[in-house]
């Protein structure tokens, strides 16, 4: 199943000009303690061929959210900023085919 279809809903934005934020909106306590352990910093880091220290990783257990920030390539506006509100980032985390919890 894709990550897409398992949570509400995988958002992506700037955090200024220099970040990107995706947001992970698990839902249900169930969920998110599933993807707690799969969605480290070190799997996001490979999806988004970033080195692993630049990875900062919130979990917000109440709202059953995980939140993933890290620079994005190039600065928002600039010339080869094909993304200027950081908005298609999300996408590939939402087509991640995740394993099956059984």
């Keep these: ?3 897409g279809n398992l949570v509400n809903g ?3 934005k700037n955090a200024g000009p220099f970040w990107i934020t ?3 909106f698990c839902g249900t306590p ?3 303690d599933q993807l707690l352990p799969l969605l480290s910093e070190g799997f996001v880091a490979d999806i988004y061929k ?3 220290a630049k990875i900062k990783r919130f ?3 109440d ?3 995980l939140k993933f920030s890290f620079p994005r390539p190039v600065v928002q506006g600039s010339r080869y900023d094909s993304d200027m509100h950081g908005a298609q ?3 590939l985390l939402a087509e991640l085919e995740m394993p099956d919890a059984s």
């Design 1 to 3: 199943m894709q990550l």
């Design 10 to 12: 995988v958002r992506s």
């Design 22 to 24: 995706i947001d992970v």
């Design 30 to 32: 169930a969920v998110y």
């Design 50 to 52: 970033q080195p692993v």
């Design 59 to 61: 979990e917000l257990p």
């Design 63 to 65: 709202l059953h959210v």
């Design 89 to 91: 980032y999300s996408v």
